[in-house]
């Protein structure tokens, strides 16, 4: 069965970073493209990154493009979303997400709050 555990998260000074983990099991990592979502508060769902299979091409929302790195570790079975010159509009909990055959998987998420 497909496992998805984020990790990282926590409560960190505007201008600060981050660097968000999620731990992967249960597939064939390195064969599927991987997604970083959050949720602020009181809000909806929002897509932040994808980091594609293959190539390993990668891809942002405006609203995190320059600041945040998405990357994976093969060997590890380990995605990344580096955070750097966070924000306090960054404050979700983020969630790392695949789509295996028909279904999407995600984990529990991973909170992150940008404060002063």
């Known amino acids: 069965e497909v496992q998805l555990v984020e990790s990282g998260g926590g409560l960190v000074q505007p201008g600060g970073s981050l660097r968000l983990s999620c731990a992967a099991s249960?597939?064939?990592?390195?064969?599927?493209?991987m997604y970083w979502v959050r949720q602020p508060p009181g809000k909806g769902t929002e897509w932040v990154s994808t980091i594609k299979s293959g190539g390993g091409s990668t891809s942002y929302a405006d609203s995190v493009k320059g600041r945040f790195t998405i990357s994976r570790d093969i060997a590890k079975n380990t995605l990344y979303l580096q955070m750097n010159s966070l924000k306090p509009e960054d404050t979700a909990v983020y969630y790392c997400r695949v789509t295996v055959g028909r279904t999407l998987w995600g984990g529990q998420g991973t909170q992150v709050t940008v404060s002063s």
């Open positions: 249960g597939f064939t990592f390195g064969s599927y493209d």
